[in-house]
T-cell receptor, first 112, second 113 residues
Framework: GENVEQHPSTLSVQEGDSAVIKCTYS??????FPWYKQELGKRPQLIID?????GEKKDQRIAVTLNKTAKHFSLHITETQPEDSAVYFC???????????FGAGTRLTVKP | NAGVTQTPKFQVLKTGQSMTLQCAQD?????MYWYRQDPGMGLRLIYY???????DKGEVPNGYNVSRLNKREFSLRLESAAPSQTSVYFC????????????FGDGTRLSIL
């Protein structure tokens, strides 16, 4: 079936460095790709999303790029801060009803 | 405007017991979803309801049933709980299908002994 692969599973960076998380998907019909941040014990919260008619989207220190031909998309966080430490999930839409497939998550640790 | 509300927040069951997890949203959203989250496996879709009166299976529906009681409420039932169903359960909703972010509840942490 359709699935989403996410790498790496853990990522540790120094404060101020950049962090990149990559995802690949299998369904060529996927057209919506959100990214969620989940802090320990909390709900997932949307941080940025991209639709298939756009190749890149940026919001302050966060950017997402999409390559539909290669079926992969990436999250880029610049000038990382300790409060960026969390688990990040990518997702891809499946089918007509916004059914989503999630990646397994990346635990990002930003060291002060 | 509370968003998506899940009850209970925590529950411990014995194997074989039954349980209904409740979810309600006050955003007038059409579509609602139930996910389970296990360590290292992300969020996996159990069931979803694209609109009031309809429900469909997701990736991992076995052992669960759902009811879309009305537009606001979408419940998840475990008829005979098993230890493999120990997980954190999240409910989510969106206004309508297609290209929109899901709004999540705070989750229900369920342990089955």
């Amino acid at each position: 079936g359709e699935n989403v692969e996410q790498h790496p599973s853990t990522l540790s960076v120094q404060e101020g460095d950049s962090a990149v998380i990559k995802c690949t998907y299998s369904d060529s019909a996927s057209n919506y790709f959100p990214w969620y941040k989940q802090e320990l014990g909390k709900r997932p919260q949307l941080i940025i999303d991209i639709r298939s008619n756009v190749g890149e989207k940026k919001d302050q220190r966060i950017a997402v790029t999409l390559n539909k031909t290669a079926k992969h998309f990436s999250l880029h966080i610049t000038e990382t801060q300790p409060e960026d430490s969390a688990v990040y999930f990518c997702a891809a839409s499946i089918g007509r009803n916004n059914d989503m497939r999630f990646g397994a998550g990346t635990r990002l640790t930003v060291k002060p | 405007n509370a968003g998506v509300t899940q009850t209970p927040k925590f529950q411990v069951l014995k194997t074989g017991q039954s349980m209904t997890l409740q979810c309600a949203q006050d955003m007038n959203h059409n579509s609602m979803y139930w996910y389970r989250q296990d360590p290292g496996m992300g969020l996996r879709l159990i069931y979803y309801s694209a609109s009031e009166g309809t429900t469909d299976k997701g990736e991992v529906p076995n052992g669960y049933n759902v009811s879309r009681l009305n537009k606001r409420e979408f419940s998840l039932r475990l008829e005979s709980a098993a230890p493999s169903q120990t997980s954190v359960y999240f409910c989510a909703s969106i206004l309508t299908g297609g290209n929109q972010p899901q709004h999540f509840g705070d989750g229900t942490r369920l342990s089955i002994l």
